[in-house]
Each structure stands twice: as structure tokens, then as C-alpha cells.
């Protein structure tokens, strides 16, 4: 008896075959008509069966779509409905982000989703109660439940939820540091936290200017040293026996006398900063004190002859003895020289790229660097805006991804052979149509940021 049925093309025909034989052998049929079944009612049951059929390549359509078109439709609201099912947490967080299936997302199986649902402020009833701190933290960020979060189990909990300013008599005695740190910043218990046996807690408290007459004895190098930042017990903390607390004395301007023959270099440049005892610490044997005192523009005509680069070149950024040191060993002095704008006819035929770099950075000799063999030069030189239309063809990508950055010959650089060249055109907004193609992943990804952007502007 032969029955209607629906071949693997879709069409409807009428199909011979014994029931035992349907779908196999030359029976082409996916779909046959059951006994007792109308022509009228089978027609529907098949019409239905397709349509669940081409909803299911649909959503796997969807799914299988890259991770930037997956934000790309999100950023337009759709398909979130398909989308919020992606096995991806990053795509369901940028669906949580957009306000959509909450109700559903509240159950996600990252933790990361529902943080972005209680950040939305969604069901923080049930949030309150989630296994992972991380959520519950963000559900006490929002003011919510500090009753019952004060006694979280986890201190990064309890910590946010005395930042909230919530439960500060119960939490200065909080058995972790870091909380009882966030309630000494509320300047709250500090006349017990002053006893603190963590030296942190102690610093805070010093921070806040609370009981400096105690403090300034305390056995941490690291509150004494905060005592001194506050401007108090200089006369004390001037003899102390750790050298940064000393150090923090100095930068007060305080026993300048005694500290410029410190036995620390730290010390002594704090005194330098200071301008004083220049006369004696322009021959310190630290060279980083004599830097201190070039930049305070003293002793020039000695540094100048300093046997560390470092200080010739704080020399050279005075703006002195430049007709010395532009044929200092040191390239590094020689570009300082060049920032001075000294010499730049000279120092253009250096033999260090480097030099030679900061020359362009001159706007001097642009004319003779675009040819320069370093391509570092060449690249100074594109920064520039010099000679674009020549660069466009240099060989170095450096070169080509700089000229990108101008925004210059863009049409030709959005078939530049490097990625990265291109990365920067679609970066620029530019060739969007042709890049989306694109064969690397990377400039197709900016390509649909890009995109996204315009769409937000309404462009």
C-alpha cells in the first residue's frame, strides 16, 4: 500500500515500499505517514517537523559563529535567546552585561556569570547565598544583606562589607588583618587598633595621625617610617636606627646638618633633593646623589667630567658643557645633547641609530634620515609626518605600521601583506567591508569591534 512521505529534498511523494523496508534500501524517504494518519494531518505533523528542523541548524548556525560575531549580535541584541545557551562563559557574561535572562543566568554554572547578574543587582536574595565568595562580595558591594554577609566566612567579604562602613564594632576584632586594615581607614576603634599585632593595621593607624606619641616608638621600622611622613617626632626619628626611616626625616627637610653624612646613599639623596650640603655631596661617592646635585644645576663644571654616564648625561640635560659632551663616549649622552637641539649637524652623521633617532625627533636632517639604514631612524622620520608617500613602500613593517598610525595611504595599506599593517587600518576604522574577510583572525576581531562601536554611535 503505498502512502505519502517526504523525501530527503523536501518534496511530498507517494512511497511503495512495505512498512518493515521504509528508509532503507531505495526508499529515499525521511518521513512516512502513519496508519490512521490524514493526508491533511500529515502534511502539518511534517511542515512542523521541518521547522523544529530548521530551527535546530539555526541555533548551531549561531553557535558556531566566532567570538567576535557572537559580541557583534549581542551588541545589537540578537539572538540572545540562542546565544545565552553558548558554552563560552565570556559570550553568557557579555549577555548577562546587557541586562538579558537573568532568571536564567542566576543558575549559570560560572561563578563569573553570576557575579555580572548580581552586578546587575538581579536576584541578590539568592545571590547572597552563593557558593563562591567572589559573588557574594559584589552582592555586599551593593549594600545588600550586611547584616548577615558581616559574617561571612570568607574575610574578602567581610572586608567589603566594612568598606560599605557596615559592622565596625564587630569587625575591629575581625581574626584577619586585612579587615581590621579597612576599618582602622574608617577611622574607626583606632584606640584599640593602635595595639594591633599586625604592623599593617598599626601603619594605617598612623595614617589616620592617631597616637603618634606612641607610634613613634613602635617596633616596625614600617610605622615609624609613616610617623615620620606625618611630620611628627622628626627630633627622635632623626637618630633612628633603620635608614629609610631616616630617609623619610631628610624629605621633610628636617636635620639636614646630621643626615648629608648618613652612611646610606638613600639618605643622602633624600638630602640632595633638599638642595642642601650640594658643596659636599657634588663628590658623593654614590652616583646617584650626584646625579641629585646636577639636577639641581650645581657643580656643572665638575659632573661634567663625572666618570658615570648617567651623570654627564644629567649634565647634558642642563644644558651644559654641550660642546663637550657631544662627543661623549656615551650614546646616551650624546641624545641627551640632542634634545638640547646642540649639534644636530653633527650628530646626524652619528654612528648610533639611536643618536641619530633623536635627531629626527628634531624635525633636523629629515631629508637625509628618510634613507637612513635603521629603520628605528626611518621610523622617527614617518612620526614625523615627513616623506609619507616615500615610507609607504619601506620595507619595515615598523616603518609601514607607523604611516598607519597617521592615517596616510590607507587605501594601499589595507592590502598590506603584514597583519599587523592591517590590524592598524581596520584599527583606524578604515576598509571595514574588506578586512571582515580578512585571512587573519586578529584583523577580522578589530574589524567587528570596530563595528560595534559604529553601531553604539548610530553611524
Not at 634620515?369 to 622617527?380: F, S
Not at 587605501?411 to 585571512?439: E, P
Request: hydrophobic share 35%; charged share 35%.
Amino acid at each position: 500500500m503505498k502512502v505519502l512521505a517526504l523525501t530527503t529534498d523536501g518534496k511530498l511523494t507517494y512511497c511503495t515500499a512495505s512498512p518493515e523496508n521504509r528508509g532503507k534500501g531505495r526508499c529515499n524517504h525521511v518521513g512516512h505517514q502513519n496508519a490512521g494518519e490524514s493526508q491533511e494531518d500529515f502534511v502539518k505533523r511534517v511542515a512542523s517537523d521541518l521547522l523544529k528542523q530548521a530551527a535546530t541548524n539555526q541555533n548551531e548556525d549561531i553557535l558556531n559563529l566566532t567570538y567576535s560575531e557572537k559580541l557583534d549580535m549581542i551588541s545589537n541584541n540578537e539572538n540572545l535567546e540562542i546565544l545565552i545557551n553558548d558554552e563560552n562563559e565570556s559570550v553568557r557574561i557579555a549577555i548577562a552585561k546587557q541586562g538579558y535572562g537573568l532568571d536564567k543566568l542566576i543558575d549559570d554554572k560560572s561563578a563569573d556569570v553570576r557575579a555580572i547578574v548580581a552586578r546587575q543587582g538581579y536576584g541578590l536574595d539568592k545571590l547572597v547565598n552563593d557558593k563562591d565568595w567572589y559573588v557574594r562580595r559584589i552582592v555586599a558591594e551593593k549594600g545588600y544583606k550586611l547584616d548577615k554577609l558581616v559574617d561571612d566566612e570568607d574575610w574578602r567579604v567581610r572586608r567589603t562589607v566594612g568598606e560599605c562602613g557596615y559592622g565596625l564594632n564587630k569587625l575591629v576584632n575581625d581574626e584577619n588583618p586585612n579587615v581590621r586594615i579597612i576599618v582602622a581607614k574608617q577611622g574607626y576603634g583606632l584606640d584599640k587598633l593602635i595595639n594591633d599585632k599586625d604592623y599593617n593595621v598599626r601603619t594605617i593607624v598612623a595614617k589616620q595621625g592617631y597616637g603618634l606619641e606612641k607610634l613613634v616608638d613602635d617596633e616596625s621600622w614600617f610605622v615609624r617610617r609613616v610617623v615620620a611622613k606625618q611630620g611628627y617626632g622628626l627630633d627622635k626619628l632623626v637618630n633612628d636606627s633603620d635608614y629609610l626611616v631616616c630617609e623619610a626625616v631628610a624629605r621633610q627637610g628636617y636635620g639636614l646638618d646630621k643626615l648629608v653624612d648618613s652612611k646610606y646613599g638613600r639618605v643622602r639623596l633624600a638630602v640632595a633633593e633638599q638642595g642642601y650640603g650640594l658643596d659636599k655631596l657634588v663628590n658623593d661617592e654614590d652616583e646617584y646623589v650626584r646625579i641629585s646635585v646636577a639636577n639641581k644645576g650645581y657643580g656643572l663644571n665638575k659632573l661634567v667630567n663625572d666618570e658615570k654616564w648617567e651623570v654627564r648625561r644629567a649634565v647634558a640635560k642642563q644644558g651644559y658643557g654641550l660642546d663637550k659632551l657631544i662627543k661623549d663616549k656615551d650614546p646616551d649622552v650624546r641624545i641627551a645633547v640632542a634634545k638640547q637641539d646642540y649639534g644636530l649637524d653633527k650628530l646626524l652623521d652619528d654612528k648610533n641609530g639611536r643618536v641619530r633617532a633623536a635627531v629626527a625627533e628634531q624635525g633636523y636632517g629629515l631629508d637625509k634620515l628618510i634613507k637612513d639604514k635603521d629603520y628605528n631612524v626611518r621610523t622617527t622620520v614617518a612620526k614625523q609626518g615627513y616623506g609619507l608617500d616615500k615610507l609607504i613602500r619601506d620595507r619595515s613593517v615598523n616603518v609601514r605600521m607607523t604611516i598607519a598610525e597617521q592615517g596616510f595611504g590607507l587605501d594601499k595599506l589595507v592590502n598590506d601583506k603584514s597583519t599587523s599593517v592591517r590590524y592598524i587600518v581596520a584599527k583606524q576604522g578604515y576598509g571595514l567591508d574588506k578586512l571582515a574577510d580578512d585571512k587573519s583572525p586578529k584583523v577580522r576581531a578589530v574589524v567587528a569591534e570596530q563595528r560595534r562601536k559604529l553601531s553604539k554611535t548610530g553611524q
